[in-house]
């Protein structure tokens, strides 16, 4: 049976926290293979930028690593995205293979208020990833359903990155370069009068 990983996000922008998120569970678990999920229609979330340009964005930042692929299976999904709705497809796609949703130790708090959240812990192992001495507060009983992870690079976010788009500040080593040229060609972020 493989194991896949399964990573899911608004990717707004993708940033090297979550291509070393991806790459150290993957390491740690003996995953074969990770797959990144930009959400479609988040309905907990609002985003600004369209998903083609995040899709892109994550297409790039993956590109180098074989280990690595990214699915359209949200933003091709009409409506809201669910992570339910996800996992359910992936699974699916791949009914011989066991699946490990990677998410950030700030989602895994909010996980009771998702849509089926039950079910969701039925269809993956859920691996909340978090800085170093970071504490997470796992949501009711669900310490059998979910193994917690510290990552050295998980201080950066995708706000801040938005932030310093928009203040004239660098990307660079933040995000992967093709990410960093990308933004600036088609001008994300940028402040809009």
């Known amino acids: 049976m493989s194991k896949i990983g399964v990573m899911g ?96 130790a700030d989602a895994i708090s909010g996980i009771n208020t998702w849509n089926n959240p039950e079910r969701l812990l039925d269809l993956a192992k859920f691996i909340a990833v978090t800085r170093p001495g970071h504490k997470i507060d796992l949501p009711f009983d669900s310490s059998r359903s979910i193994q917690t992870l510290e990552i050295p690079a998980l201080a950066i976010s995708s706000t801040d990155c938005r932030e310093r788009v928009k203040n004239n500040l660098p990307l660079w080593y933040l995000v992967p370069d093709g990410v960093v040229r990308f933004i600036q060609k088609n001008d994300l972020y940028k402040e809009t009068e």
């Open 9 to 104: 996000g608004s990717f707004d922008p993708i940033h090297n926290g979550h291509l070393v998120a991806a790459s150290e569970v993957a390491a740690r678990l003996s995953l074969d293979h990770v797959v990144f999920v930009p959400a479609g229609d988040q309905w907990q979330k609002e985003i600004t930028t369209p998903a083609e340009d995040r899709y892109l964005m994550t297409v790039i930042a993956t590109a180098e690593n074989p280990m690595f692929s990214v699915s359209r299976i949200d933003i091709d999904r009409d409506g809201p995205t669910y992570t339910v709705d996800t996992l359910t497809q992936i699974q699916r796609d791949f009914p011989f293979a066991e699946l490990y949703f990677i998410i950030g």
